[in-house]
């Protein structure tokens, strides 16, 4: 279940065996998080890991890739057995019975998080076939929601190749104990760093209170400090009063304990809510309240929704804002979003329950802070779209040849003509219009873009080495205008534009 602690746990046992010098690799996926949020990546940094830190297998990755130059293209499938099933299998044909056996650890946190189920199931498939193979020597520590992807894909191992431990059925007693620890070590950091709160604040029948409410969510326990630490303009103490109001009685507290809550999150969710309403004053009707509302879903809800991270500076510039109220509109959300100090360092959720949260509208019951995914889609899809119109040229690079191999340029030059907002509207801008459900017509914005700057952004993921990505893309928006066509039968401009525009290109890249 989300917020039980699986991350840290994963975190905490990678350390450890990598302090033992055991650990083979680890990959950490996480939605919205550019390339870990897929599995295009994952063998490849599988293999490279191994290959880095256990010289027994560097020498057969090595001479895999060398074999196979383009194994970085090909599916994942191939990818493992060619980097990963066969130097393991060289390896073990060399050592002879005398030598001494290779053992080592793979750590792969939030499966669930992967985009695109049967990528899910394949992975959890090659490491079944692979633990069958090795045995002892091949170990994987795995965490993931159960979702059915992952559930389904764990039915078809044999049950004795692996062990499971459900978090949220961990004995309660353990749980608070650990959560307990957490914060009383939190609370001692805040009386170092705050010298005017009392040495035995916030007492122990406070902290009893916040493990009750944590209800056996780690999540709730870390953002509840992090909201009360705070960011120096609320005293602890007051924010302390925000989440547990002083006047909460022993016998109110008594009797929700005995009142089991009607959600699981329902006191996460509670937190959530009360540090967006101390962060943003919706109280006032009338047209600045209407823009708070709107500048927050546009900001907010664009950062629980990107695919890959952005900075301030970038996400502005693909917004259409200024940087100023970007800033503003994040400065007292610490508690739920990583916000570096640079504008060009990006900003990223705590904990994806945050977005969870935020686009659920049965647990965030308040429709000022509630976002409506599909159309925060259809809003960045449009955003991407207009930066791309206003921004793609031919020869967007300046090197006046057309000849000119990516290979061959700089990449700082790239970097410096192709800035982050403008790369990640050309990477995502169909994956943003495929998530809102929009429709395509003749004339929109769509067939507008396609009609003037089709090659200036095919150009551009040249130049950044998507270009399988892009026919990734074309492929999904084919898709797209196929379902639009469906809908509108009578409408023969749509099938013109669904023939000619783009079912034309994709039988050339394919």
């Given at each position: 279940m989300a917020g039980t602690g699986k991350s840290t746990i994963a975190r905490t046992v990678a350390h450890e065996f990598y302090r033992r010098k055991c650990l083979g690799a680890s990959f950490f996926f996480s939605r919205g998080g550019g390339d870990v949020g897929h599995a295009r990546k994952f063998v490849t940094t599988i293999a490279l890991q191994l290959a880095s830190r256990l010289q027994f297998l560097k020498e057969y990755i090595s001479q895999a890739v060398?074999?196979?130059?383009?194994?970085?293209?090909?599916?994942?499938?191939?990818?493992?057995?060619?980097?990963?099933?066969?130097?393991?299998?060289?390896?073990?044909?060399?050592?002879?019975?005398?030598?001494?056996?290779?053992?080592?650890?793979?750590?792969?946190?939030?499966?669930?998080e992967c985009e695109g189920d049967n990528d899910i199931r394949l992975i959890l498939q090659l490491l079944s076939e692979t633990n069958s193979l090795f045995e002892s020597r091949f170990r994987v520590f795995l965490t993931s929601r159960p979702e059915t992807s992952t559930r389904l894909g764990f039915r078809k191992m044999p049950g004795t190749i692996y062990r499971d431990l459900i978090l949220h059925n961990t004995p309660r007693?353990?749980?608070?104990?650990?959560?307990?620890?957490?914060?009383?070590?939190?609370?001692?950091?805040?009386?170092?760093?705050?010298?005017?709160?009392?040495?035995?604040?916030?007492?122990s029948s406070m902290i009893d209170e916040l493990v009750q409410r944590a209800d056996g969510l780690f999540i709730y326990a870390a953002t509840i400090c992090r909201f009360i630490?705070?960011?120096?303009?609320?005293?602890?103490?007051?924010?302390?009063?925000?989440?547990?109001?002083?006047?909460?009685?022993?016998?109110?507290?008594?009797?929700?304990r005995d009142v089991p809550s009607t959600s699981p999150t329902r006191e996460l969710d509670e937190t959530y809510a009360h540090i967006l309403e101390r962060s943003f004053d919706t109280e006032q009707d009338g047209p600045d309240k209407n823009q708070l509302v709107q500048e927050f879903k546009q900001i907010v809800g664009s950062v629980a929704i990107l695919i890959e991270p952005l900075s301030a500076a970038s996400l502005a510039k693909l917004l259409d804002i200024r940087l100023e109220t970007i800033n503003l509109?994040?400065?007292?959300?610490?508690?739920?979003?990583?916000?570096?100090?640079?504008?060009?360092?990006?900003?990223?959720?705590?904990?994806?329950?945050?977005?969870?949260?935020?686009?659920?509208?049965?647990?965030?019951?308040?429709?000022?802070?509630?976002?409506d995914e599909k159309q925060a889609h259809q809003a960045l899809a449009g955003a991407c779209v207009q930066l791309m119109s206003s921004s793609l040229r031919q020869d967007i690079c300046g090197q006046g040849a057309p000849g000119v191999l990516a290979t061959d340029i700089e990449s700082e030059r790239v970097e410096r003509c192709i800035p982050s907002e403008l790369q990640y509207a050309c990477f995502y801008w169909v994956e943003h219009l495929r998530k809102s459900d929009t429709e395509l017509h003749e004339n929109d914005q769509v067939h507008q873009?396609?009609?003037t700057h089709l090659l200036h952004w095919l150009e551009v993921l040249s130049w950044t080495r998507k270009i399988s990505q892009g026919i990734d893309a074309i492929l999904a928006l084919e898709s797209i205008a196929i379902v639009s066509h469906s809908m509108h039968t009578q409408s023969h401009s749509t099938e013109t534009f669904v023939d000619q525009r783009i079912s034309s290109f994709v039988r050339i890249c394919t």
């Open positions: 060398s074999e196979h130059v383009h194994i970085a293209s090909q599916g994942l499938r191939e990818q493992w057995n060619q980097l990963i099933s066969q130097p393991l299998s060289q390896l073990q044909a060399q050592q002879s019975s005398g030598t001494a056996e290779f053992s080592f650890l793979i750590v792969i946190d939030a499966l669930d007693a353990s749980v608070d104990h650990d959560i307990r620890i957490f914060l009383e070590e939190k609370f001692r950091e805040m009386r170092e760093e705050f010298e005017f709160l009392t040495s035995n604040w916030p007492g630490h705070g960011n120096g303009l609320w005293l602890p103490q007051d924010l302390l009063n925000v989440v547990i109001p002083s006047n909460t009685s022993s016998q109110s507290r008594s009797l929700r509109r994040v400065r007292n959300l610490h508690s739920v979003l990583n916000i570096p100090r640079s504008n060009s360092h990006p900003i990223r959720l705590l904990h994806p329950s945050f977005r969870d949260f935020l686009l659920d509208k049965d647990r965030c019951t308040n429709s000022n802070f509630w976002v873009f396609l009609q």
